[in-house]
């Protein structure tokens, strides 16, 4: 091809028909302006391919990390609200000041509990390596960045604000008032208690239900928390789904 040009050029010269080559050189510089065109074009187009398919797997990943995380936060609402159960058991009892049974030491260790925050992110963290401008959708990709930074971020605040009352707070308290039951490897939660020094030194024990009366609030809202994040992280899954049949 280069041969043939050059043998047009050499022919217009040797005529010495400087208009027609004119012309024939401002042919050959669109052509060339052309290809280079056509070139990158084909150049954005197969990096726009590799991106679709980059962002696709990352959306696969987010969705199956945020069903994952769907499953502990139901896992965890129903701890808390297990505990909510054990701490309204409890109340009952002092409250009314029945008689101590031993089938309270399992509500009086379970009031102490908490879940962690756990959850996969792996996907997001992919996302935010590679560009969260892989995510063409402005509103899916806010949707993602307000799920992690946002709905996730309040749940780790509880469950963190929970740790610390639960260090500085409660356990001194629980062992000053509760001996806790001896455990052996693999025993079942359900299986654990603990037996009051003094009952009576629990009923009335006003920060022993100031403590506890704060705990249940803190739990309930831990269970609202993680409601809302389910119902985002099902919106969110439907919002992945629909953008990566459209591509």
């Known amino acids: 091809m280069i041969k043939f040009f050059r043998k047009i050029r050499q022919q217009l010269l040797s005529q010495n028909n ?8 401002i042919g050959e510089i669109v052509l060339v302006v052309i290809g280079i065109l056509i070139a990158l074009q084909i150049n954005n187009w197969n990096e726009n391919k590799k991106d679709i398919a980059k962002s696709s797997d ?13 499953l502990r936060f139901e896992a965890d609402i129903k701890e808390e609200r297990s505990v909510i159960n054990s701490i309204d058991i409890v109340f009952e009892n002092i409250n009314e000041y029945k008689v101590y049974n031993d089938s309270l030491d399992f509500h009086f260790i379970n009031t102490t509990y908490y879940p962690t925050a756990s959850r996969k992110s792996s996907g997001y963290e992919t996302l935010k390596s590679q ?5 063409k959708s402005n509103k899916l990709r806010q949707g993602i960045i307000d799920l992690y930074e946002k709905t996730y971020n309040e749940i780790s605040d509880v469950a963190r604000e929970s740790g610390v009352i639960h260090d ?20 079942p939660f359900e299986k654990m208690g603990a037996t009051p020094f003094d009952y ?4 009335h024990s006003q920060r022993f ?12 809202v831990a269970i609202q928390l993680r409601q809302n994040a389910i119902s985002e992280n099902n919106e969110l899954v439907d919002a992945i ?3 990566i049949e459209e591509k």
């Open 18 to 25: 400087v208009s027609k080559y004119l012309l024939y050189a």
């Open 209 to 220: 239900r100031g403590i506890l009366s704060f705990w249940r609030h803190s739990r309930t």
């Open 200 to 203: 009576d030194k629990v009923v």
């Open 131 to 135: 560009g969260v401008e892989l995510i």
């Open 58 to 70: 990352i959306l696969l990943e987010i969705k199956e990390n945020i069903q994952f995380n769907n």
């Open 168 to 187: 500085i707070n409660i356990i001194p308290l629980f062992t000053e008032l509760f001996l806790t039951h001896p455990s052996i490897p693999n025993q």
């Open 241 to 243: 789904i629909k953008e």
